[in-house]
């Protein structure tokens, strides 16, 4: 009888990596929903068909920002400090028109020189790097530097690099709950960029107090940018891991081919999983349905970029060869930087570019092998096993390894995102940082005499523009 429990709890104990992770995903949603309450229309839905998703996305009433929706409560909780000041948060309006015109001056920078400078960046993070590393760890760094010298147009102290980069390791692992926020790490970084705003290289937003350009700064470029950046290389050097016939295609094509993959992995991993908005007056979808203003429409990625495509699951660049494509690249169902017509990415441009640079360094350098599991949401921050090319190439023991470790983390690692999820959400909704913002706002309506405060702290004097 002994032996039969004792063998019961060793077989449900070694099988726990094969249930226990979706079961935790699926309670943490449950959990989730919960306590922020189903708010929402989700698009595409029950509501909205697939085929009005763009149309739906670029009305000119879904322009909404953050008030009135309390999952904007947790996306200022996970950004914070400023996120009042964060430009995808803004609500349209004269504050966002001036922070929306320096992001794209300071992104204005001609191709050669992005791929030099994230070619760079590069060199500086990878070189001597070899063994097993966690991608989106390998990459902060690099995109730390790059967004420091975007901004700045000067080589990035270290310390500046390690302020970005756990600046923005903290926000992302908070928005993936596999960790919770420590506010000390991000003030920190406020606290080196306050006295140099006068040392950025484009004119900040005018009529911002010197702790709003800074939170402005942080959140586009030292958090946004980051975070982004690094979990686009992740996902694309883990899917190159884990097709060697594609990585090596990769390291050797043209920019069109590589522009191919980039967008096929942005297709398949999608980084926003769903951007909402918030209607600002009614939307008439036929003569009988209409969406009320004030309705939260929540813009689901993945599951627009599965529809449309054969075979959808699988990663295959060559879809998105124009010989290939039955229309043409515009009308496919791939946004990965949002709709030109609603707050798309300002980085469209920019990144795929600085990606490519810093993808073609990596892979001249490293033969990229990885066995764990690639998903969207990616929280194990890509595991992957970098062999320096000319070194001796057998990575079989590495990758069963690898694979082992990455089932078992997975259980652990769901169990500490349901715990720490539950717990963030909760305190995000107690702290209700976005509702009260705009209470306060609607009771504290700005005078005169706040305007002349404000300008008697200007954080940057307008001066000439410097190119990098
Ligand atoms: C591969 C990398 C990136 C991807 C896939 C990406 C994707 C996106 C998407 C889909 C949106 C629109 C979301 C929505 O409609 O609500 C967005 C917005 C935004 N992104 Fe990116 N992004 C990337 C890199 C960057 C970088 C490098 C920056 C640098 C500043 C940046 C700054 C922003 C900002 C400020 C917004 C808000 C735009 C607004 O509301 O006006 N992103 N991004």
Redesign the pocket.
């Known amino acids: 009888m002994l032996i039969a429990v004792v063998l019961l709890v060793v077989a449900v104990l070694m099988s726990l990596p094969w249930w226990l992770p979706r079961r935790v995903v699926a309670l943490r949603e449950r959990v989730f929903a919960r306590i922020n309450g189903d708010e929402g229309v989700p698009v595409p839905g029950e509501l909205v068909g697939v085929e009005r998703f763009r149309e739906l996305?670029a009305h000119p009433a879904a322009n909404g920002?953050s008030k009135g929706a309390a999952l904007s409560d947790l996306f200022w909780y996970w950004l914070a400090p400023g996120p009042e000041m964060?430009?995808?948060h803004?609500e349209p309006g004269e504050r966002?028109d001036a922070v929306?015109r320096t992001?794209r001056a300071?992104?204005a920078v001609p191709k050669g020189e992005v791929e030099e400078l994230a070619r760079r960046c590069a060199v500086r993070g990878v070189a001597g790097v070899r063994g097993l590393v966690r991608l989106r760890d390998l990459m902060m760094p690099v995109w730390a530097e790059f967004?420091y010298e975007l901004v700045f147009a000067e080589r990035c102290p270290r310390e500046a690099r390690d302020l970005i980069a756990a600046n923005a390791d903290d926000v992302v692992t908070s928005l993936k709950c596999t960790g919770l926020r420590h506010m000390g790490r991000r003030d920190r970084l406020t606290r080196y960029l306050l006295p140099r705003l006068d040392r950025v290289r484009v004119p900040l937003p005018g009529g911002l107090t010197s702790l709003e350009q800074a939170y402005y700064l942080q959140?586009?470029?030292f958090n946004?940018?980051v975070v982004?950046?690094s979990?686009?290389m992740a996902h694309l050097l883990l899917v190159l891991a884990q097709h060697p016939g594609e990585q090596e295609r990769a390291r050797t094509s043209d920019d069109r081919h590589f522009d191919r993959v980039i967008n096929e992995t942005?297709r398949l991993y999608?980084?926003?999983g769903i951007?909402?908005?918030i209607t600002s007056g009614d939307i008439a979808l036929d003569e009988h349905t209409t969406i009320p203003a004030g309705s939260v429409l929540c813009?689901n990625?993945p599951e627009f970029h599965r529809t449309g495509f054969a075979d959808p699951g699988r990663f295959d660049p060559a879809r998105f060869d124009p010989g290939r494509c039955d229309r043409p690249a515009k009308e496919l169902n791939h946004?990965?930087?949002?709709?030109a017509a609603?707050?798309?990415?300002?980085?469209?441009r920019?990144?795929?570019i600085?990606?490519r640079a810093v993808a073609r360094e990596v892979l001249g350098r490293y033969v990229l092998d990885s066995s764990v599991t690639h998903t969207r949401s990616l929280p194990s921050r890509g595991p992957c096993l970098l062999t320096p090319r000319g070194a001796a190439h057998r990575p079989r023991l590495a990758l069963a390894y690898l694979r082992v470790r990455d089932r078992w983390e997975d259980v652990w690692r769901g169990l500490v995102q349901l715990v720490l999820g539950t717990y963030m959400v909760w305190d995000a909704h107690r702290k209700r940082l976005c509702e009260r913002h705009f209470a306060e706002a609607a009771s504290n309506p700005p005078d005169a005499s706040d305007a002349e405060d404000r300008y008697a702290h200007p954080g940057h004097q307008p001066g000439a523009r410097r190119s990098l």
Do not use: D, I, K, S
């Open positions: 996305y920002r964060h430009q995808e803004l966002y929306a992001t300071l992104l967004a959140g586009a470029f946004t940018a982004q950046l979990e686009a942005l999608p980084l926003f951007a909402h908005r813009f990625y946004v990965p930087f949002g709709v609603n707050r798309p990415c300002p980085a469209w920019l990144a795929p600085a990606m």
